[in-house]
C-alpha cells in the first residue's frame, strides 16, 4: 500500500481532534476535569461548553466577557438611566409592598395606625408628649403613602401603578424612578400635612401616582409624544376625586402633582452634558421644599 493510499489515522498517532496521543489532553481553565478543544478568541484558553460565550467571532470565555462588558459604557435611556432587562421590575416591588402591607393592615390594624399620616395625636398638657408628625413621628410622611384601608382604593391606585410604571421606567431607569416616586410621595404627604386638619389620618399612594402624571406630563412634552394613551387613566383619577372628595386628600393629590411636574422638568430638561447633576439638583431642591413646608407647619403645631 502506497503513502498515498494509506488512511491519515494509520501513520500517526493522534486521536480525532488531531491531537497527538503523547502530549496532554487540553482541559477547560476552570473545569480542570472537562476536556475542550476550543478557546477563547481574547485570552486563548481552552474553554468547555459552559465556560463559552458567544462572540462576533468564535467564543469566549466568563472573564473575558465580564472585561469586556466592565470597559464598555451602560446603555443610557433618552432621560440618563442605565438600560436593564426586566422591564418593571421596580413597579412590581412597589405593587407588592402595597399589597403586603394592606394584608397585614387587615390582620392587625394597629400597623394602620402607626404607619398612616397624622399631624398630631393628643396634646402634651393632655397626654403627655404628642405622637404624629408634629411629634418626632417624621416616618409617616413617608410610611403613610405605602398605606391602604379599602379595598377599591387599593385597587384603583395598583391599576394606575401598573398602567403608568413601567413605561416611566423603561424610560428613566430604575433608580431616577424609584426616586421620582418617593419624592412625589414626600410633596404629596408634604402638603397634605400642611393643610389637613392635623386629627385626620391620611394614607394611600395617590399622592405618588398623581406625582407619575405630573412627570409623564413633561416627559411626553420633552419627547413631543402623544399623551392620549394616560390621559383616560387620569380622567379615571380626577372623577374619583371630584366623586369621593370626602373621603381622599386632594391636598395629598395635589402636592404630588405639583412634585412630579418638577421633578419631571428637572428629569426631561438637565443639559445632556451635566444631565446627572442637574436632576440630582432638582430632586434635592424639591424635597427641601417640601421639607420646609414640613417644618412650617410643625412650628405651627407645637
Not at 424612578?177 to 419624592?183: G, H
Request: charged share 15%; net charge positive; proline share 4%.
Amino acid at each position: 500500500m502506497t503513502d498515498e493510499s494509506r488512511r491519515p489515522d494509520e501513520g500517526a498517532n493522534v486521536d480525532p481532534a488531531g491531537v497527538p496521543a503523547d502530549e496532554a489532553v487540553p482541559t477547560c481553565y476552570r473545569h480542570p476535569d472537562r476536556e475542550s478543544y476550543i478557546r477563547c478568541q481574547r485570552c486563548d484558553r481552552y474553554i468547555c461548553p459552559d465556560c463559552q460565550r458567544q462572540a462576533s467571532v468564535g467564543f469566549q470565555c466568563v472573564e473575558c466577557v465580564r472585561e469586556g462588558q466592565r470597559d464598555q459604557p451602560a446603555a443610557r435611556t433618552r432621560f440618563g438611566g442605565v438600560i436593564r432587562g426586566n422591564d418593571g421590575v421596580v413597579t412590581k416591588v412597589i405593587l407588592g409592598i402595597n399589597i403586603v402591607i394592606f394584608v397585614l393592615g387587615m390582620l392587625s390594624p394597629a400597623l394602620i395606625q402607626w404607619m398612616q399620616l397624622v399631624g398630631r395625636i393628643g396634646f402634651a398638657d393632655q397626654i403627655g408628649a404628642a405622637g404624629g408628625v408634629a411629634g418626632g413621628e417624621v416616618w409617616r410622611l413617608i410610611t403613610s403613602v405605602f398605606v391602604h384601608v379599602q379595598i377599591w382604593h387599593l385597587a384603583v391606585n395598583m391599576f394606575t401603578l401598573w398602567i403608568l410604571g413601567p413605561p416611566l421606567e423603561r424610560l428613566l431607569g430604575r433608580a431616577r424612578f424609584t426616586a421620582l416616586y418617593l419624592v412625589a410621595g414626600l410633596t404629596g404627604s408634604a402638603v397634605a400635612y400642611a393643610f389637613t386638619d392635623p386629627r385626620v389620618g391620611v394614607v394611600g399612594a395617590s399622592g405618588a401616582l398623581f406625582g407619575l402624571f405630573g412627570a409623564t406630563v413633561m416627559l411626553s412634552r420633552k419627547m413631543k409624544a402623544d399623551m392620549s394613551w394616560f390621559l383616560g387613566t387620569l380622567a379615571i383619577n380626577v372623577v374619583i376625586n371630584v366623586l369621593f372628595a370626602r373621603f381622599l386628600s386632594w391636598q395629598g393629590h395635589l402636592g404630588g402633582f405639583i412634585g412630579g411636574l418638577l421633578l419631571g422638568a428637572a428629569l426631561a430638561y438637565a443639559p445632556r452634558e451635566r444631565r446627572d447633576l442637574y436632576q440630582i439638583l432638582g430632586f434635592v431642591g424639591v424635597g427641601l421644599l417640601a421639607i420646609g413646608l414640613i417644618v412650617w407647619r410643625t412650628a405651627s403645631l407645637v
